[in-house]
C-alpha cells in the first residue's frame, strides 16, 4: 500500500498561485502514474492534470495554461502550479497514483488505486 500526503492548499484571492505537494511512503514518483484530482461540495471527482513515468503531462480544458504538474523524481514528490487561480478553483485537490494507467483514462479518478487525503484551496472573488 502506498500513502499519499497532500500539502499546500491555502486561501487566495483571485489571480493568485499557488504550489501543491505530494508525498508519497514509497519511492513511486519516478515509475508510477500519478494524478492531481480535485472535487467541489456537490461535485464530482474531476481529473485536473496528470503525469506518467516519463513525464508527459495531460490536462483538463479548464486549467490548461494556469496549471502546471510536475515532479522531481530523486526527492520522491510530486507538484502542482497554480496560477491565476479563479473562485471555480475552489475544491478539495487530491493526488493519486497507480502502477499503470492507460493514456485515455489518465483524468478518471476511478484507474487510480492509491489515494491522499486531500488540501483545501479556496479562491475568493
Known amino acids: 500500500q502506498v500513502q499519499l500526503v497532500e500539502s499546500g492548499g491555502g486561501s487566495v484571492q483571485a489571480g493568485g498561485s499557488l504550489t501543491l505537494s505530494c508525498a508519497p511512503s514509497r519511492d513511486i514518483v519516478s515509475t508510477y502514474y500519478l494524478a492531481w484530482f480535485r472535487q467541489a461540495p456537490g461535485k464530482e471527482r474531476e481529473g485536473v492534470a496528470s503525469?506518467?513515468?516519463?513525464?508527459?503531462?495531460q490536462y483538463a480544458d479548464s486549467v490548461k495554461g494556469r496549471f502546471t504538474i510536475s515532479k522531481d523524481n530523486a526527492n520522491n514528490i510530486l507538484y502542482l502550479q497554480m496560477n491565476n487561480l479563479k473562485p471555480e478553483d475552489t475544491a478539495m485537490y487530491y493526488c493519486?497514483?497507480?502502477?499503470?494507467?492507460?493514456?485515455?483514462?489518465?483524468?478518471?479518478?476511478?484507474?487510480?488505486?492509491?489515494w491522499g487525503q486531500g488540501t483545501q484551496v479556496t479562491v475568493s472573488s
Open positions: 503525469i506518467d513515468s516519463g513525464g508527459r503531462t
Open positions: 493519486a497514483a497507480d502502477a499503470w494507467v492507460a493514456y485515455s483514462l489518465r483524468l478518471e479518478s476511478h484507474r487510480y488505486l492509491h
